[in-house]
T-cell receptor
Framework: GAVVSQHPSWVICKSGTSVKIECRSL??????MFWYRQFPKQSLMLMAT?????????EQGVEKDKFLINHASLTLSTLTVTSAHPEDSSFYIC????????????FGPGTRLTVL | DQQVKQNSPSLSVQEGRISILNCDYT??????FLWYKKYPAEGPTFLIS?????DKNEDGRFTVFLNKSAKHLSLHIVPSQPGDSAVYFC??????????????FGKGTLLTVNP
């Protein structure tokens, strides 16, 4: 199956700092990548969709200036949480799909962000 | 407004028996459905999917049934094994109209298979 990696797997930062999370497709070209956030015992909530070389499309209620997404290559997308605050603490998961696939997305292992 | 609902937060079954996980949806534009398995602090793992043109899809011990008129789908696991214990998420996608294939997830059902 397709492999998606995320780095780092966990990060602790101080309030007000920015944190960058990387999502990589290891054995396929990810034309589309998705970023999700999951709070404890809740569903995965889609934050944004990014197509390689294009600006990300954000879901309603997600601040695009706070959650900066870059998808500059077919194997890498980054999510930067700017000026992080404790309420941004969550589990962030990316997924990726290749153009030829109809619907299947493969997920990364997730990144646990804790903002102190 | 939750478009994909998994009304049972948890389910417990005995090893060897059948596990049935249910999912309901409200958006009639959804035409592709997926089940994912997730362990704590890990990303979801794809299990099985079904298109709206079918009513059943089988893969080994996993079978997904779709009832479009009832907007209901279910995942059957037979026989259940202790290693199946995890949270199972139902997800739906509207593949037409430029949806970009984004998925809408339910809240998940925690399955515990007891030895």
């Amino acid at each position: 199956g397709a492999v998606v990696s995320q780095h780092p797997s966990w990060v602790i930062c101080k309030s007000g700092t920015s944190v960058k999370i990387e999502c990589r497709s290891l054995d396929f070209q990810a034309t589309t990548m998705f970023w999700y956030r999951q709070f404890p015992k809740q569903s995965l909530m889609l934050m944004a969709t990014s197509n390689e070389g294009s600006k990300a499309t954000y879901e309603q209620g997600v601040e695009k200036d706070k959650f900066l997404i870059n998808h500059a290559s077919l194997t890498l997308s980054t999510l930067t949480v700017t000026s992080a605050h404790p309420e941004d603490s969550s589990f962030y998961i990316c997924s990726a799909r290749e153009l030829a696939w109809r619907n299947e997305q493969f997920f990364g292992p997730g990144t646990r962000l804790t903002v102190l | 407004d939750q478009q994909v609902k998994q009304n049972s937060p948890s389910l417990s079954v005995q090893e060897g028996r059948i596990s049935i996980l249910n999912c309901d949806y409200t958006n009639s534009m959804f035409d592709y459905f997926l089940w994912y398995k997730k362990y704590p602090a890990e990303g979801p793992t794809f299990l099985i999917s079904i298109s709206s043109i079918k009513d059943k899809n089988e893969d080994g011990r996993f079978t997904v049934f779709l009832n479009k008129s009832a907007k209901h789908l279910s995942l059957h696991i037979v026989p259940s094994q202790p290693g199946d214990s995890a949270v199972y998420f139902c997800a739906a996608s509207a593949t037409s109209g430029g949806s970009n294939y984004k998925l809408t997830f339910g809240k998940g059902t925690l399955l515990t298979v007891n030895p």
